[in-house]
């Protein structure tokens, strides 16, 4: 069996999982919904729509809230596919292994003629592909959209696109790492706040102590950094979308999934999986 064997088990394995396919096809139908509320608001402010009984000062403010709710849920849309594919991201690679060992399967899978990493490394690119899959279906119907129904998301939608990917494996092999010393919730939880930027915070607030706020700064630049692939952030802010900078975040994104990968195969040659 080969390394592309394990990966695709691994994939159909996932794509039959309950929570898996939940939070898929949730985060497509809540797209979806937001995108038509989108739309409507769009159709109002073309169309000039007042409500009755209304001065000039107040048309002037309704108008301003048309446009504010506008650009309000096109950023809260962006919050939403990507905090769910993160979710899904959290579930899919923390429980690589804790599934089998879970089902009893763990001895059978390692009976397998391939190595430890071999072994990992399927069912992390299997894990990668569901990520994909996910990151494609949410993009078809954000960009899909913008080029119907509003141009001027489209080069937002496929930037946005661009990032969501490398976000979600640069989460999930963080998980896996941690995975492999405790319990996938709690490897989970620890995931998505290793990347928070909590000791980024607590350096800025702990000034009179040099030594502290120098320790807190060095773990922040050994954590993961989500924050940089949150385009909707800088969407808000008005700043144009960068292709440079989509390459260089998509290169971290390898880099240092890689890392993790290579501790979680360690990790796994060591542990008992009994």
């Not at 990966?7 to 797209?31: M, P, S």
């Not at 504010?68 to 769910?84: C, R």
């Not at 000034?207 to 385009?231: C, E, K």
């Amino acid at each position: 069996m080969t390394i592309i064997a394990v990966a695709r088990d691994q994939l159909t394995d996932l794509r039959h999982r309950r929570a898996v396919l939940a939070i898929t096809i949730g985060a497509a139908l809540l797209t979806i919904g937001i995108l038509v509320q989108y739309l409507i608001l769009k159709k109002l402010m073309a169309g000039g729509f007042m409500p009755p009984n209304m001065d000039e000062e107040d048309q002037l403010q309704f108008q301003a809230a048309l446009a504010a709710g506008t650009t309000g849920l096109e950023t809260f849309l962006y919050a939403v596919v990507s905090f769910a594919g993160v979710i899904l991201s959290l579930v899919v690679f923390s429980t690589l292994i804790s599934g089998e060992r879970a089902a009893g399967t763990i001895h059978w899978v390692l009976a397998r003629p391939l190595s430890p990493a071999q072994l990992l490394l399927g069912k992390w690119l299997g894990a990668s592909a569901m990520m994909l899959i996910y990151t494609a279906l949410i993009s078809i119907i954000l960009v899909g959209f913008a080029f119907l129904a509003e141009r001027s998301m489209a080069v937002s939608a496929i930037y946005s696109c661009l990032l969501m990917f490398p976000k979600f494996v640069l989460v999930g092999s963080v998980a896996l790492v941690l995975a492999m010393l405790m319990p996938p919730p709690v490897a989970g939880v620890l995931a998505y706040f290793a990347g928070a930027g909590i000791f980024h915070t607590l350096a800025k607030h702990l000034a009179p102590w040099p030594w502290l706020r120098t320790v807190f700064t060095g773990i922040n630049y050994l954590l993961p950094n989500y924050g940089a692939f949150t385009p909707y952030l800088r969407f808000l802010l008005g700043k144009d979308p960068d292709p440079l900078r989509v390459l260089l975040l998509a290169l971290y994104a390898v880099g240092y999934s890689a890392v993790m990968l290579l501790l979680a195969i360690a990790a796994f040659r060591r542990r008992d999986v009994a």
